[in-house]
């Protein structure tokens, strides 16, 4: 006789009931950038900014837990198969907020940390994060986690979705007929008609034979919940380059100005990147404090019919050297609190005298926000 072990995996790994709404499992493979696995508890989490996340409160206990993205399919055994570090964003264990009282009062909320590899955070990466919405009465629910797979085990906990009808709300409680397994905890409760979450999945309760239905808290209807989301909100900012605007076009191809990094944060460096330029040796940027106003001009401003336009007051000037019609701006952030939330506007002015009468171009604009946890 012998005993062959399968799979070992190590860490607190969740394992709840099965929760199967009929006698098959309809989930779907998906590829929502929003949703991702949560390691090592195994359940799933969800952003709801460029850096928040909610999961299940009862996925929490251990607050040093990891996002993982794009994750790959699991091996044929069931063995989960991981990211690279690129796609992990580990929670701030110092923000997470959480409640595990049972259905209709179960749910967490906490920051993520940047990329050690990128430097980014989750929703900088991704690209969008869930909004939130207080549930109707009546709705087709979907859910999008990262829960077992019993028949097809190269996909247990990767990324699958399935959607139902809601049965009822009552209170904070939500229960409808849909799919789930273990490792769904956590899982948006999503509204399929407008995308938005209205809670988290938190319990089982459906069976093989069709009876019963699955669980999850409306956050939006506790006030334990609001509070917790607005403390991790607002305990940090993530520094912003935004681009608004168009250029108009040059000698040397059409200026751009754009974030070389990530955006301005107190203790980092930062690099605006300046390209498209005239074969000019210098190059222009302006800092401003409005994109509003520029002392009793309004802007933006058309500048003659050169099909230019200012969209910055121009409140300083720096001069750059030029390379290959490129210029590039490098600032050390200071390390300073009273910095955070600090807003200001760049645009370029391209020197081009063969381009126009007035001999210069400008590009698009952008407005920077400082960040940092406060």
Not at 28 to 54: E, H, N, V, Y
Request: net charge positive; proline share 5%; glycine share 10%.
């Amino acid at each position: 006789n012998r005993l062959v072990i399968d799979q070992v995996e190590h860490g607190e790994v969740l394992v709840e009931p099965k929760s199967q709404c009929g006698p098959q499992d309809n989930r779907t493979p998906s590829t929502d950038p929003r949703a991702a696995r949560q390691f090592p508890t195994g359940c799933t989490t969800w952003l709801i900014s460029k850096f928040a996340c909610c999961t299940a409160g009862h996925c929490t206990s251990n607050a040093n837990q990891t996002m993982q993205f794009n994750v790959p399919l699991s091996s044929s055994n069931g063995r989960l198969n991981h990211p690279p570090p690129s796609e992990q964003y580990p929670y701030d264990a110092q923000s997470l907020r959480r409640l595990s009282a049972g259905i209709g009062a179960d749910w967490a909320v906490a920051a993520t940390l940047r990329n050690s590899t990128t430097s980014l955070y989750a929703g900088e990466k991704q690209g969008s994060w869930f909004e939130l919405e207080r549930p109707p009465t009546s709705a087709t629910i979907r859910i999008t986690g990262y829960g077992v797979d019993r028949d097809q085990r190269n996909r247990t906990q990767t990324q699958q979705t399935h959607a139902g009808p809601l049965s009822y709300l009552r209170s904070t409680r939500l229960c409808y007929v849909v799919d789930t397994e273990g490792g769904n905890s956590g899982s948006p409760v999503i509204n399929d008609t407008t995308g938005k979450a209205v809670g988290i999945h938190t319990h089982g309760g459906c069976s093989t034979n069709g009876s019963g239905c699955n669980s999850g808290t409306a956050i939006l209807g506790r006030t334990d919940f609001i509070n917790a989301m607005n403390a991790v909100l607002n305990s940090r900012i993530a520094g912003s380059y935004d681009e608004f605007g168009a250029a108009c076009k040059g000698t040397g191809g059409t200026p751009k100005l754009e974030n070389g990094t990530i955006g301005p944060e107190i203790g980092r460096s930062f690099q605006a990147r300046m390209t498209g330029l005239s074969t000019s040796k210098v190059v222009l940027l302006v800092f401003g404090v409005s994109d509003k106003k520029w002392g009793a001009v309004n802007l933006p401003l058309k500048i003659g019919t050169t099909g230019c336009t200012l969209y910055v007051s121009i409140d300083t000037i720096s001069a750059f050297l030029t390379s290959n019609r490129t210029a590039t701006w490098n600032v050390s952030v200071p390390n300073s609190k009273s910095l955070i939330g600090m807003t200001w506007f760049n645009q370029i002015i391209s020197i081009d005298p063969k381009i126009n009468a007035l001999g210069l171009t400008t590009s698009n604009a952008a407005k920077a926000v400082i960040g940092g946890v406060r």
